[in-house]
């Protein structure tokens, strides 16, 4: 019979000892590592989809956008502002140049989506193409480039829309030269600035997909949604109208994923149909099952053409949702 001498027994014991300890402690660090990676993550994740427009208030969007933060809990600078340069007239373009630098002066760490018209009521989008309101374009890109370097740049929104002036139908060709017109002009005042090129949802008033300006000066694909009065229950209306609608929901992934782009959703919100919890739960849903391929996202908490605002009480099943998905 084979015998082992105690002591080297002992030594092996301690030496299985030993490893098994420090493969433990391994296992607990790496477990740690990857909790407080995804912690991080889900920090990120839920501050990027809680951006917003919100009103101009005393002095300024951004204090107002300070407590928009504080209300979901994010941090600081976390989140992306949505603010309008000049839509009314030309001269609007060099009388309102310094309204980026009220949000540099407010809060420098801030990053804001900046509308910029493609042109104005009465200027047929032949004459941006062209050239001939270059000057404009510039005042407006050297205001932005000094507060917001790295802003997103979301030119010609909505262009499927009947009421825009960039209005596209008809004059797609106008609209591209148009839009790589611009988006050249910005890119010489920063080389860090994104470009959304975002449609309202659903068929609309035109094919959206026929004024797309290109690849090379795109970087997101935009859709805005709103909840609106349609018939059946709010299962089938969110179905319907919104996800399977054509240049809907799955169309702009489908479209985004062939261009090679990210998504985003530069405005969203409740108001039209009135207080729809679900209508929220969806979105959030939406959001979260694309996380990966969405850049960022932006409530419209501004009541304009209808309700919107959605921290003031006047659709409280709604604010309540909001508050708890998009909290951090």
Same mark, same amino acid.
Request: charged share 25%; with cysteine.
């Given at each position: #019979?084979?015998?082992?001498?105690?002591?080297?027994?002992?030594?092996?014991?301690?030496?299985?000892?030993?490893?098994?300890?420090?493969?433990?402690?391994?296992?607990?660090?790496?477990?740690?590592?990857?909790?407080? $990676?995804?912690?991080?993550?889900?920090?990120?994740?839920?501050?990027? %989809?809680?951006?917003?427009?919100? $009103?101009?208030?005393?002095?300024?969007?951004?204090?107002?956008?300070?407590?928009?933060?504080?209300?979901?809990?994010?941090?600081?600078?976390?989140?992306?502002?949505?603010?309008?340069?000049?839509?009314?007239?030309?001269?609007?373009?060099?009388?309102? $140049?310094?309204?980026?630098?009220?949000?540099?002066?407010?809060?420098?760490?801030?990053?804001?989506?900046?509308?910029?018209?493609?042109?104005?009521?009465?200027?047929?989008?032949?004459?941006?193409?062209?050239?001939?309101?270059?000057?404009?374009?510039?005042?407006?890109?050297?205001?932005?480039?000094?507060?917001?370097?790295?802003?997103?740049?979301?030119?010609?929104?909505?262009?499927?829309?009947?009421? #825009?002036?960039?209005?596209?139908?008809?004059?797609?060709?106008?609209?591209?030269?148009?839009?790589?017109?611009?988006?050249?002009?910005?890119?010489?005042?920063?080389?860090?600035?994104?470009?959304?090129?975002?449609?309202?949802?659903?068929?609309?008033? #035109?094919?959206?997909?026929?004024?797309?300006?290109?690849?090379?000066?795109?970087? =997101?694909?935009?859709?805005?949604? =709103?909840? %609106?009065?349609?018939?059946?229950?709010?299962?089938?209306?969110?179905?319907?109208? =919104?996800?399977?609608?054509?240049?809907?929901?799955?169309?702009?992934?489908?479209?985004?994923?062939?261009?090679?782009?990210?998504?985003?959703?530069?405005?969203?919100?409740?108001?039209? %149909?009135?207080? $729809?919890?679900?209508?929220?739960?969806?979105?959030?849903?939406?959001? #979260?099952?694309?996380?990966?391929?969405?850049?960022?996202?932006?409530?419209?908490?501004?009541?304009?053409?209808?309700?919107?605002?959605?921290?003031?009480?006047?659709?409280?099943?709604?604010?309540?949702?909001?508050?708890?998905?998009?909290?951090?």
């Amino acid at each position: #019979m084979f015998r082992t001498d105690p002591r080297r027994r002992r030594k092996h014991g301690l030496r299985r000892l030993v490893l098994f300890l420090v493969a433990f402690v391994l296992t607990v660090l790496l477990l740690a590592h990857v909790d407080s $990676n995804a912690a991080s993550r889900a920090v990120f994740t839920q501050a990027k %989809f809680a951006g917003a427009f919100v $009103n101009w208030g005393p002095t300024g969007r951004e204090h107002t956008l300070q407590a928009w933060e504080k209300w979901l809990q994010q941090e600081p600078s976390s989140v992306l502002g949505v603010d309008f340069y000049g839509q009314t007239t030309w001269e609007d373009f060099s009388r309102l $140049n310094w309204v980026p630098g009220v949000w540099k002066k407010l809060n420098s760490a801030r990053n804001v989506v900046w509308s910029i018209p493609l042109t104005m009521k009465g200027t047929p989008l032949a004459e941006i193409a062209d050239g001939l309101r270059d000057a404009e374009f510039e005042v407006a890109a050297r205001a932005i480039s000094e507060a917001h370097p790295q802003a997103v740049i979301r030119l010609g929104w909505e262009m499927n829309l009947a009421e #825009m002036a960039w209005f596209a139908k008809g004059h797609e060709a106008d609209y591209i030269k148009a839009f790589r017109r611009v988006v050249e002009i910005f890119r010489r005042h920063s080389a860090g600035f994104k470009f959304d090129w975002c449609p309202g949802w659903g068929p609309q008033d #035109m094919p959206a997909d026929l004024s797309y300006p290109g690849d090379d000066v795109v970087d =997101y694909i935009g859709l805005d949604v =709103y909840d %609106f009065k349609h018939e059946g229950t709010v299962e089938e209306r969110w179905n319907t109208f =919104y996800v399977k609608a054509p240049f809907g929901l799955e169309w702009q992934r489908e479209f985004a994923r062939l261009h090679g782009k990210r998504m985003s959703y530069p405005e969203w919100g409740v108001g039209n %149909f009135g207080d $729809n919890p679900f209508f929220i739960q969806q979105m959030h849903d939406w959001f #979260m099952k694309n996380e990966d391929s969405i850049a960022y996202a932006a409530y419209f908490d501004v009541d304009g053409a209808w309700p919107t605002q959605i921290d003031n009480g006047q659709f409280p099943n709604s604010q309540r949702l909001f508050r708890k998905l998009f909290s951090r």
